[in-house]
């Protein structure tokens, strides 16, 4: 998971997550990585439209936005 992180970051690519959150529901994200830490990720997120910070431990699933043949420059 790293790797597609670090390179989301450096090529703008968006991507898709979904993601649980602490009241256990269960949400699919599209975001732009910002930064990348032992725990957590910060990254703008296109549903919510702001910057939002991501528990590493609660992604279930991570990958390149499929529709998206554009980089955001968030």
């Known amino acids: 998971m790293d790797g597609l992180l670090f390179r989301?970051?450096?090529e703008h690519m968006p991507?898709?997550?979904i993601?649980?959150?602490a009241n256990q529901e269960?949400?699919?994200r599209k975001l732009i990585v910002k930064?990348?830490?032992d725990d957590y990720i910060r990254a703008?997120?296109?549903?919510r439209k702001q910057m939002r910070t991501f528990k590493r431990e609660n992604i279930l699933s991570i990958?390149?936005?499929s529709r998206s043949k554009h980089r955001y420059l968030h």
């Open 15 to 17: 991507l898709e997550m």
């Open 19 to 21: 993601y649980l959150a």
């Open 63 to 65: 990958m390149p936005e």
């Open 35 to 37: 930064e990348v830490h």
């Open 26 to 28: 269960i949400s699919q």
């Open 8 to 10: 989301a970051i450096e």
């Open 44 to 47: 703008y997120c296109l549903t």
